[in-house]
């Protein structure tokens, strides 16, 4: 008979266990951000409260939302953390208040103390190409001349560069096109193997009694563009004439060049020379000193059509441009730009430079840097070009130990230019209050602007890893569903860094034995030193609890306060129940059924750390230890 009742206690059991889930189903769940802008509807404000309301909508792009939210965070509080200036700054920016957002955005700047590159000074600047040094073998070439030997672009086996070495007089050196020596342009075979063979002029229309300089020729071989100043007008200046430059453009045909062609781009009182084609061949780079030009000489471009003909001229911008000169252009197959400067910090006159071209100015002014040693030297390096399949190329300078003005050397990077741009961003993103690694969370790096760098998620251990640009600083974003996000930023210079987050949930299961306090980021209610009367900054927190209980009218709560150590252990324990209470009464008294709550003091009790009597700790561990904690009860019927 008693065997007969087993299966009828079975069921029953199973039965209140089945009412009990759906009893907690009907409860559901809370949304953290739903609670604090509740809270912030009946008026209640604290620094926490807006933070976490602007985060809210800013981390889910509703600016028109987060701006409010931001706004009043900064007159309750101004001296928060830059981020929030950086993300008040993005939410005026988006919602087309330009001129807030600049402001913002400069208060930004000077929180985060960046030193600018103005404000490097010239042993910084020395430390950072000393960095970059050392990364190529060097090597004197035997066709160069007595003369001026500059360039190098290789084509079908062929080197082309310019030269004086048949054409007369020298004269006083001043540059490649001052008037001083003619130059044309020659041709050399090259093996690759290194082996060079005899040099000659280039056969056809190009070379003539007059300067021809910095070829450049097509992938297919029939096109080349190049420098001339024999057609331009002669313009009094000063003491003596200037002869402006002009680009031409040339077809080979049965292996000459002809049907030179005056492009659209030059003008009889400006300077236009060194073209370079962009790896697609639709886009001119050159130099030019025209109207509209930062400095003396600038790099500008222009797109090329499908029939021939050149767009509208662009300037290449101040992060390439100077007012000193820019000169010598020279893009790689993975479209990054080398280029000569003397008006950005170097070595000598003109020095060698890098960037990654890019129509996001960010990667264009963090990929920036010069080449270093021995590319460049205290003399002027020019006519910088390099195959990045081979990583084999070649440089003009007129450093010391030369045969000529100008000479020609070949090199090869033993380091790819690259590295030293490459950084790498790892860490793990955990539960703030469990420590359990969150898999699949997302990762996203931006630039301070807020434009999109790249993103990745974390594997099953939570971790996660990013190349990166060492120059740049990165806003790193760690987010998951259900969690509220962060941000962290990356730091300057860093070969690898490595960045943690804890995440705070913002989905909480209303569960028996839940801790409110945990949930919706209650650390500690407080009172006064020695009193147990509600504070106005601990009633901030206590709407949170209200709010929870005004939308789960079943829910009840026991609360419970703590202590640190210090102190009588009794006192702790009686103050702690005087809390407790005075939480319960502030309750009751917006209107919580006295039969939903329940209150205790442990005092000392139950500490989370090592803090006991006797042992001596910093007060950021004993404010761990004084909490007050909402743990959810069983249902009322």
């Known amino acids: 008979m008693f065997l007969g009742l087993l299966p009828l206690l079975g069921y029953a059991q199973q039965g209140k266990l089945n009412k009990a889930h759906k009893q907690y189903e009907k409860l559901g769940f809370i949304r953290a951000s739903e609670i604090y802008e509740e809270v912030a509807s009946k008026g209640y404000r604290s620094v926490e409260l807006l933070q976490r309301l602007g985060n809210t909508y800013y981390f889910n792009a509703n600016y028109q939302k987060a701006a409010p939210w931001y706004k009043e965070l900064f007159a309750l509080d101004s001296s928060i953390s830059p981020a929030y200036y950086r993300r008040y700054a993005q939410s005026l920016k988006a919602i087309g208040e330009d001129t807030a957002s600049e402001r913002i955005y400069n208060l930004y700047v000077q929180r985060r103390a960046e030193s600018s590159e103005a404000a490097l000074t010239s042993s910084d600047y020395l430390n950072k190409i000393a960095e970059n040094s050392g990364r190529y073998t060097i090597d004197k070439l035997p066709f160069n001349s007595e003369g001026i030997d500059f360039g190098g ?105 002809k049907n030179i062609e005056n492009l659209s781009i030059n003008g009889d009182h400006y300077s236009t020379a060194h073209p370079v084609l962009n790896s697609k061949e639709d886009r001119l780079y050159f130099v030019s000193d025209r109207p509209g030009s930062i400095g003396a000489t600038d790099i500008f471009y222009c797109e090329i059509n499908s029939d021939g003909s050149l767009g509208r001229v662009e300037n290449a ?80 300078s007129n450093r010391d130990g030369g045969l000529g003005y100008d000479d020609i050397y070949s090199f090869t990077e033993n380091t790819d230019v690259r590295k030293l741009l490459l950084s790498e961003i790892s860490g793990t993103v955990v539960d703030r209050h469990t420590g359990e690694p969150l898999g699949q969370s997302e990762i996203e790096l931006f630039f301070e602007d807020g434009s999109l760098f790249t993103k990745v998620q974390t594997d099953s251990n939570g971790y ?16 998951k569903e ?29 569960a028996s034995g839940g801790d409110l306090a945990k949930m919706l980021g209650i650390k500690e209610i407080y009172f006064d030193f020695d009193k147990s009367n509600i504070r106005p900054d601990a009633e901030v927190e206590l709407q949170k609890v209200i709010t929870v209980m005004e939308q789960y009218p079943k829910l009840t709560i026991a609360i419970r306060s703590h202590t640190d150590s210090r102190g009588n252990d009794n006192y702790n324990l009686k103050l702690s129940d005087q809390r407790a209470r005075s939480t319960k009464n502030y309750l009751i008294s917006h209107g919580i059924d006295t039969n939903r709550l329940s209150a205790k003091g442990v005092g000392e009790q139950e500490l989370v750390n090592r803090c006991v009597n006797g042992v001596k700790c910093p007060d950021e561990q004993h404010q761990e230890n004084r909490r007050s904690e909402f743990i959810i009860g069983v249902i009322v019927e």
């Open 153 to 257: 672009i290789v084509n079908n086996g062929k080197l082309y560069y310019a030269s004086t070495k048949d054409t007369g007089t020298l004269g006083k050196r001043k540059s490649a096109w001052d008037g001083l020596a003619f130059l044309d342009i020659y041709q050399t075979g090259v093996d690759s193997d290194g082996t060079y063979g005899s040099s000659s002029k280039i056969e056809g229309d190009v070379n003539t009694r007059f300067h021809e300089s910095t070829p450049w020729v097509t992938k297919d071989g029939k096109t080349m563009y190049f420098t001339r100043n024999n057609t331009t007008p002669k313009e009094k200046k000063k003491k003596g004439f200037i002869q402006h430059l002009k680009i031409y453009r040339a077809s080979l045909v049965d292996g000459k060049w």
């Open 317 to 396: 911008g101040e992060i390439i441009n100077t007012r000193g000169r820019e000169s010598f252009p020279f893009i790689t197959e993975r479209d990054e730009l080398y280029f000569s400067s003397d008006g950005h910090f170097g070595l000598g006159g003109y020095d060698v430079f890098y960037v990654q071209l890019s129509d996001n100015e960010n990667i264009l002014k963090e990929s920036f840097l010069n080449v270093g040693e021995p590319i460049n030297s205290a003399m002027d390096d020019v006519a910088f070009t390099i195959n990045t399949s081979t990583h084999n190329g070649f440089i003009s």
């Open 482 to 510: 259900g969690y509220s996000s962060e941000e962290s930023f990356s730091l300057k210079g860093k070969k690898s860094q490595v960045i943690n987050f804890e995440l705070e949930r913002d989905l909480y299961e209303l």
């Open 464 to 479: 996660y890893r990013v190349g990166a640009n060492r120059n740049v600083i990165y806003v790193v974003r760690a987010s």
